[in-house]
Structures are given as structure tokens and as C-alpha cells.
């Protein structure tokens, strides 16, 4: 941050002088601020330090995307964890970039031709290509400018994209040591097709659907020479393709017809029938269809037994010439025609419904056709060995752990992957086929003759590679590689990886491999798989089905601090969370409260030490800060420093242990509570005495440390009271995330000293729940005699009783073992002892029974009303569930005001 001068404004920042606003305006800071931070080079890292590294790389998001709740919270988390390393003294780096998203991107750039009533084949591939790119100048880093709304502290100087030249020229390398290695292939597969994008899927980029409620066709087959075999099929469409009839070896039904020809239906080919174990004899009628251009098990039953393979459906799921008198039709009307026509010449026996499991595109949501094609392939077993054996070892491990066997699952039964893709916007295979020879040509340049016979006739692919393939060279591609580059050198490996369970497959099992494959170490130590963010009732969020949330508009709303630390305050390793439309409402106000509450008690704190000594009060802290005390330290010193160290241990280690809901929900605790309510309370007395410097430097101590703690999760509102604590010294780092961390102090901790407050607190608490019960001023001054368990407490409760005194506004507090309660007292059991409070002559009994009993009668008529609703049946049944729920928690709170009634009607009884 630049320094200011005076009252002047210096980077986004008000600087040097004690001027510090009324409130903190989010819409108008966290824009300022950031500005600061990013010219001032704040989240850069240094290749060249010799600190440890801590790095992080973004999952990178598709350039056609924007933000959604899923990128909000995996975001805030790697934030958390960046800037809290980063003031932890480690060399952070936290490395942003963005995917081409080939599929995605290619499909947004087709619709906008289609409005312009043409397509890419007509404006041939240089020429869309150019398209594609000139959208992406103009969109593809809107989720990136959406990320530093959010306060991301990203190294944006070294951001990358996935078809950048250094990354293109990455993504050629690794291909062609996997080709030399023996690692890729090119063959004919039956692939995963999706006829609307005309592209080959792995079986990751499908999406199951709930199983169809079909059909299952019985049809008869007539056996060459006499006779007939009925078998059944959920697809007659592609019996247009079938070259065999396939029975179990074992079932008796079917031994004697193994090798006799069938005669297709509809076709008149005569095909063999074969015996193969793939067969389920229960299934149908126990003979199937053999299909191998049409179904992967077909495909394999065919290679065993002999079979040809014929292609009856074209890559836009319409049937071809081999269908005959079919061609032209799509796939599922070509199923309709199929079937009557079967009818009408006397081979369909029947039908029967039968669930057909259905796999969609997950871009797109169109069935899915298994499809004959030659694609090119990665062999995964080689790499999935050593991928396995990284986190079986523990050099790898998954937070939560119980997504460790999720992963070993896949990796352990993976099979090879397709990685062409027949689209034009992606990395084009770097693969030349000789026109004269037909051998391949694999190079990390642009070869002019072809490797085997030298013929300069050479074509290059045209199809591109997965954008998977892309991606799982992340962690290493976007720090130099191949090349040897100091960046690669200080910060791979990197750290921890934090994404969604979602492409645990896709990707983080994917870059395991090829860490291990190209550089011989696994890309990072720890997978930090985060929740997923549900709705209000519990469901996956929906943006079809109107249940989606969109987080610039809580942005918006509470701004990013607040929305960030109502996330941050959810998360846990153990469930996913609710963050639906009421829940995110309620967070974030209560976010946008804790921010309000913790800017308002900073203020009141420098405003009010800027009366006396400064100089003074920063000495002292400084002493704290290096464990000397300031002069004398009263308990509640102690004790507020005791808890801030308690504190800081706590939240550290939860940091540790990604278990950012405790983390947040400690700080939160400690901030308002113990150093709001409690402690800023009980120092005000002492701020302006003679003898209160111990005070005022544990005031600006402990906001100090509290400024750092919070500052990964709430970076605005912090760095803003940072600058007005540089008013106070301007030696202090320019930036609160530059400072130092806290480190906790264990000389400090005095669990004595807690254990003692804690019950004072109780104490107090219980005083004012009593005024608020009986409805007494706090200004009406009240005493009360405390009855300990022991001389051991009271001895230790007696020192502090002016304590309690002050907070609570009591005249006389007694405290001793077996007191007995004043007349007319009303007595409460705190932490093991009994508070007795006169209230004779404070609080009229005959009154206050009247009250009272008012009071439980409104109570006891709504908690019957709500009752007979509730038992009514139809309303149960009818009404919204949520309604439901909603009547139930105000029956239970009703009843809980009549039992809370008649509990202090029953201790009127015992007033005189």
C-alpha cells in the first residue's frame, strides 16, 4: 500500500491519521481496498525466496462460465487457506487461470451462428476458430473479475489458460511421450456418442439419468433350415446391425443350436448363433441379440466369437443406408418403425416394461449411443498403478478421508481412456497420417515427412484432445513445463488441491497420474474435497428448476466479508451444507452483523485510546506482543489474554485440519462476545485512569491479533481497521496480509484465570436474564448473595465480585459458602453455586403473578391452536412439508413459554 500523507488518501487506503468512519460501506471499500492490493503487487509471489512454498492452483474454470455457489465457496476456502499461509511466513502461491472448455465454449460460439443463419462447417475451421477466440477475449475472464469481487488473493501476473502457447506446447509434449512410451493408441472402440455434439465422451462426462420405464421386445428369430429362438432386446432398432445370436454355453435350452444360422428379420441375413459367457440366461429368454457396432459387451462377444460388426446409425442418431428401408429415420423413430414393422410381418411375440438404465451427455443431456468409432486412447493401467499406490502409501491423502476409497475404487478398475474428441475448439492431436503409407507421424513439431517412408504427404488429425487431457497437466504445465523454469523449480509440487467431488475422476485422480508419469512426484500432499452447497429443504441446486442461488447477488447484498465468513461458518468434513435462499438470508445478515459489530468496536477502541497516550498504549502492546507485561495486569487482562491464545492455538489447528466452520465459529465467539461485550465493558472504567495503561495496551493488543486472526476469512473489513491501527504505528506492515500471523503464547494460557470468568460470565448472564424475566430496569440497581459449593470457589469468585458489580449493576454481591437466601429472593443455580436476588419491594408478587398468568394463558391458547391443526390429518398430508416443520418448532416454543411460566409461578409461591 502506498503511505498517505497527513489526512490524505494513498491506494485505496486512508492512512497516518485517525480518521476512521462511522461505518464500513462493503459496495464502496472491498473495490477500493482490492485496487490497493493488486497495484501494490500484494498477492505476487516470489520464485527467488527462500521461504517454504505453499502453493495452490485454482480448479480452472470453463471460460463460459460464471460464477455459481460451488466456485464461491471452493474459492473462499483456497483464499482462507492462501492468505493464512502467506501471513503464516510461507512463500504463498495461489495460481489462478481459466479451462477452454472445449465442448461448452464450442457450443455457446455454434448458437451464435445458428442466430446468424449459418454454421462453423460453412465458415470452415480457420475461419470459426477465429470466432471462438474473439469470444473468448471478450467473455472468458468474467468469472475471473467476478473472483476478485470476492476478494481472492490470486497471483494474477501469473495467470494461465489452457490454450495458451506455453500450455499448448505442454499438452504436445506429454502426448507424444505417452505415444513413444507405448501409452496412447489409435483403434476401433465402442465409445460413448453424443449425436447433438458429435463427439466422442469418456465414460466420466456422462451423467446417469433416473432408469426409463421402456420396453422389452420379444422377437422371433426363425432358425435356418426349421424352427425358431425368441430373444429379447430393449433397442429392435439396432437389430438392423446384428451379425449373431448369442446364448449362455452352460444353458440347456439353447447347447444344441450353437453354431446353426438364424435368419435376421426384416433383413433376411442369414447370422450364426454362438455360446458366450457374457449371457445372462435369466435375461429374457436367455438369447440375445449380438449388435457389436452398437453395445460395448456386443463389441467384445463379437471379437470373441468372430463376429462382423455393421454400423446401422450415423453419428447424428439417424439411421444409415445399412438400416435399408429405415434409412433417414432418427434413432428412436426408427424404433417405432422397426417394431410395427416386425409386428406387421408376424416376428414380434410381444412386449414386456422393463427399467432401462440411461447415461446422458451431462453438456447437453441427449442419450447417449454406443458407437463403433476409431478413436485414439490412453492405456490407464500403467498409470494408474503408481496413482493408486500414492495415496494407499499416505503421500497423498483426501480430506475427508472417506473419499479416499471413492477414488481407489476407479483407479483401481479404470479402463483405457478415449481422448479424441471429434470438435474443432481444443488442442488438435499432434498426430500426421501419411496418405501413402498410412502410419502416424507423432511429434512435438509440425513434421514434413512422414516418420516411416519419408513421403511429405502427411494430413494432421483433425480431431482435438479431451479438454481432461489439458487439465490434468495443471499443476506442473502452468509453472513452466517442459521447460525448467524457476517457478516449476520453487513451487512444484504444490500443496492442496481444494475441488469438488465431482471430478475426482475427471481430474484430481488424472493429475496424480500425470505428476507421477512426467515428473515424478505427485502434484500435491492433500485433496481437500469441500461440501456441497444444498438447498434450504437439503436438494441439489438447480438452475432449471429455479433453486439455484447466484452469489454476486449476496455480494451484493451483505457484501464479500460477510458472505464469505457465512459460508466459511457452515463448512464441515462431515456433511454437505444447506445454503438455499432463507438460510443464505440468515447467514448473511448475521455475517453483516459480525462485521458491523467487529469495524464498531475497533473504532470505539482507537477512538478512545487516540485521547491519551499513544505512544504508551503501542509500547505496551508491543510488550505483550513479545510475552512482557505492560505494568500490572488485572484479571480480566489475564483472562482476555489467556483466551486470545487459547484462541489462536484453536483456530490454528483447525486451520490445519480444513475444519473452517470451527475455525469461524471460534473466532466469532471470541471476537464478539469475550472482546466485544465482555472485556471492551470491563476495560472502559480503566481507559481514562492514571492506572489503566495495562488496559489500554491489552485493548490494542488483543485487536491486533484479532485483525490478523480474522483476516483470511473477512480481508476487507480487516485490512480497513489495519490502516487505522498503522495510524497508531506507523512502523506496522502496510498491509494487514503482510503482517505476521498470530503465534499462541502458551505462557499466557491461565485456565484458571478462564475457568473463573467463566462463571462470572455465567453470574452476570444470569442477572440480566432475571431483569429481563421480571421486567426491571437495568438502571434499577439491584444486590444478591452468592452461595458457593466450597471455600475453594468462593475464594475465587470473592476477588472479582466488583466484577460482576459493574456489569450487572449490583449495589452488594456476598459471596461465601452456605449463605441462606434474603426473604422474597429469587434463586437460580449458576455454574454449581446459588444466586439469591432480593427482590422484595423490586417486584410486586401479587402482580407479578397476574402478568404471569396472562402471560401463560396467550402462550397455552396459541400452543392448542397450533395443536388441533396439527392434528388434523388432512392438514398434515396436504400442507407443505416445510409449512409442516414450521408449525411444529412454534408448538415447541409455545410449550416451552408455559413451562418457563409456570416454573416462576412456583417460585412466587416461596415469596413473602
Not at 469481487?149 to 501469473?158: H, L, T, V
Not at 439396432?238 to 447347447?255: C, F, I, N, S, W
Request: proline share 5%.
Amino acid at each position: 500500500m502506498g503511505k498517505g500523507k497527513g489526512k490524505g488518501k494513498g491506494k485505496g487506503f486512508w492512512l497516518m491519521a485517525l480518521e476512521i468512519p462511522t461505518r464500513f460501506e462493503p459496495a464502496k471499500r472491498e473495490a477500493e481496498i482490492y485496487a490497493g492490493w493488486k497495484s501494490a503487487g500484494r498477492f505476487t509471489a516470489n520464485a527467488a525466496s527462500t521461504k517454504t512454498p505453499y502453493v495452490i492452483v485454482i480448479p480452472p474454470p470453463n471460460v463460459t462460465g460464471s460464477l455459481h455457489m460451488g466456485h464461491c465457496l471452493n474459492n473462499t476456502l483456497q483464499d482462507i487457506l492462501t492468505r493464512w499461509k502467506r501471513m503464516s511466513g510461507f512463500e504463498a502461491l495461489w495460481l489462478p487461470g481459466t479451462d477452454h472448455a472445449g465442448i461448452a465454449t464450442q457450443n455457446v460460439v455454434e448458437k451464435e451462428l445458428r442466430k446468424e443463419k449459418t454454421n462453423r462447417h460453412e465458415l470452415g475451421r480457420e475461419k470459426f476458430l477465429e470466432r471462438v477466440w474473439a469470444w473468448k477475449e471478450k467473455y472468458g475472464n468474467t468469472i475471473l473479475m467476478q473472483l476478485e469481487r470476492m476478494g481472492c488473493s490470486c497471483d494474477w501476473s501469473r495467470t494461465r489458460f489452457t490454450m495458451d502457447d506455453g500450455y499448448s506446447k505442454a499438452i504436445r509434449v506429454a502426448f507424444v511421450q505417452l505415444y513413444k512410451k507405448g501409452l496412447i493408441y489409435k483403434g476401433k472402440r465402442i465409445i460413448n456418442w453424443c449425436p447433438r455434439c458429435t463427439t466422442a465422451l469418456s465414460d466420466i462426462e456422462l451423467r446417469d439419468q433416473p432408469d426409463d420405464k421402456g420396453k422389452l421386445y420379444h422377437i422371433k428369430y426363425p432358425i435356418a433350415g426349421g424352427g425358431e429362438l425368441t430373444v429379447a432386446t430393449t433397442r429392435p432398432e439396432t437389430m438392423l446391425g446384428d451379425t449373431g445370436v448369442a446364448v449362455h454355453p452352460e444353458d440347456e435350452r439353447y447347447k444344441a443350436l450353437v453354431g446353426k444360422m438364424i435368419i435376421l428379420p426384416l433383413v433376411k441375413r442369414e447370422i450364426p448363433i454362438v455360446a458366450d459367457t457374457f449371457v445372462d440366461p435369466k435375461f429374457g429368454t436367455g438369447a440375445v441379440k449380438v449388435t457389436p457396432a452398437h453395445d460395448a459387451n456386443d463389441y467384445d462377444c463379437s471379437q470373441r466369437c468372430n463376429l462382423a460388426a455393421i454400423c446401422v446409425i450415423d453419428e447424428r442418431g439417424v439411421m444409415n443406408a445399412n438400416a435399408g428401408r429405415f434409412a433417414g429415420l432418427d434413432r428412436f423413430e426408427a424404433r417405432k418403425a422397426v417394431v410395427e414393422a416386425l409386428a406387421a410381418e408376424g416376428f414380434l411375440v410381444g412386449t414386456s416394461d422393463h427399467t432401462v438404465p440411461l447415461s446422458v451427455c451431462d453438456r447437453c443431456d441427449t442419450i447417449i449411443e454406443p458407437y463403433l468409432s476409431d478413436q485414439w486412447f490412453v492405456k490407464m493401467a500403467p498409470l494408474a498403478k503408481p496413482a493408486a499406490e500414492a495415496v494407499r502409501s499416505g503421500r497423498v491423502k483426501f480430506v475427508p478421508e472417506r473419499w479416499t476409497r471413492v477414488y481407489l475404487d476407479w483407479v483401481d478398475n479404470v479402463r483405457d481412456w478415449c481422448v479424441s474428441r471429434q470438435l474443432w475448439w481444443g488442442h488438435q492431436i499432434p498426430a500426421w497420417k501419411c496418405i501413402d503409407c498410412g502410419a502416424y507421424t507423432v511429434e512435438t513439431f509440425d513434421p514434413k515427412n512422414c516418420s516411416k517412408c519419408g513421403s511429405a504427404g502427411l494430413k494432421q488429425e483433425d480431431d482435438v484432445l479431451d479438454t481432461w487431457f489439458s487439465s490434468g497437466l495443471w499443476p506442473f504445465a502452468t509453472l513452466g513445463w517442459p521447460d525448467q523454469t524457476p517457478d516449476l523449480k520453487k513451487f512444484y509440487p504444490t500443496s492442496v488441491l481444494a475441488t469438488d467431488r465431482g471430478i475426482i475422476y475427471l481430474w484430481v485422480a488424472r493429475m496424480i497420474m500425470n505428476g507421477l508419469e512426467f515428473m515424478g512426484k505427485e502434484p500435491y500432499h492433500t485433496v481437500m474435497i469441500h461440501p456441497t452447497i444444498l438447498t434450504d429443504d437439503g436438494k441439489r441446486m438447480s438452475k432449471s428448476k429455479g433453486t439455484g442461488l447466484d452469489p454476486l447477488g449476496l455480494l451484493d447484498q451483505f457484501g464479500a466479508d460477510a458472505t464469505r465468513f457465512a459460508m466459511s461458518r457452515l463448512v464441515t468434513t462431515s456433511q454437505d451444507m444447506r445454503f438455499g435462499t432463507n438460510i443464505s438470508k440468515t447467514k448473511g445478515e448475521e455475517g453483516q452483523r459480525f462485521m458491523t459489530k467487529f469495524f464498531n468496536a475497533a473504532r470505539f477502541v482507537l477512538i478512545s485510546l487516540d485521547t491519551g497516550d499513544k505512544a504508551a498504549a503501542v509500547a505496551g502492546a508491543e510488550a505483550l506482543g513479545r510475552g512482557e507485561d505492560p505494568g500490572k495486569l488485572e484479571f480480566e487482562d489475564r483472562w482476555i489474554l489467556s483466551r486470545l491464545n487459547t484462541t489462536i492455538r484453536s483456530v490454528s489447528a483447525n486451520l490445519e485440519r480444513f475444519e473452517f466452520g470451527e475455525a469461524a465459529a471460534q473466532l466469532y465467539a471470541f471476537a464478539w462476545f469475550e472482546y466485544c461485550d465482555w472485556y471492551i465493558e470491563l476495560a472502559k472504567p480503566r481507559m481514562a485512569r492514571p492506572d489503566g495503561a495495562a488496559a489500554r495496551a491489552t485493548l490494542l493488543h488483543v485487536l491486533d491479533s484479532l485483525t490478523r486472526l480474522l483476516h483470511p476469512i473477512m480481508p476487507f473489513v480487516t485490512e480497513e481497521v489495519w490502516q487505522a491501527l498503522r495510524a497508531f504505528d506507523p512502523k506496522r506492515e502496510e498491509s494487514v496480509m503482510n503482517a505476521a500471523y498470530p503465534r499462541a503464547d502458551a505462557d499466557r494460557v491461565d485456565l484458571d484465570a478462564e475457568k473463573t470468568a467463566g462463571a462470572l460470565m455465567e453470574i452476570v448472564r444470569s442477572l440480566r436474564d432475571l431483569r429481563a424475566k421480571y421486567n426491571i430496569p437495568p438502571k434499577q440497581a439491584l444486590s444478591a448473595v452468592l452461595s458457593a459449593p466450597d471455600a475453594a470457589t468462593a475464594n475465587a469468585l470473592a476477588p472479582h465480585a466488583r466484577l460482576v458489580q459493574d456489569s450487572a449493576n449490583l449495589t452488594k454481591l456476598d459471596i461465601g459458602t452456605a449463605l441462606a437466601a434474603p426473604p422474597s429472593s429469587a434463586t437460580q443455580v449458576v455454574a454449581g453455586n446459588h444466586l439469591f436476588i432480593p427482590l422484595a419491594g423490586i417486584v410486586d408478587p401479587a402482580k407479578e403473578k397476574e402478568r404471569l398468568e396472562n402471560t401463560k394463558k396467550k402462550a397455552a391458547d396459541q400452543s392448542a391452536s397450533i395443536r388441533r391443526k396439527l392434528d388434523d390429518a388432512k392438514f398434515v398430508q396436504n400442507a407443505p412439508p416445510e409449512l409442516v416443520e414450521k408449525e411444529r418448532a412454534r408448538l415447541a416454543d409455545f410449550d416451552e413459554q408455559v413451562a418457563s411460566v409456570e416454573k416462576s409461578l412456583e417460585e412466587l409461591k416461596n415469596w413473602k
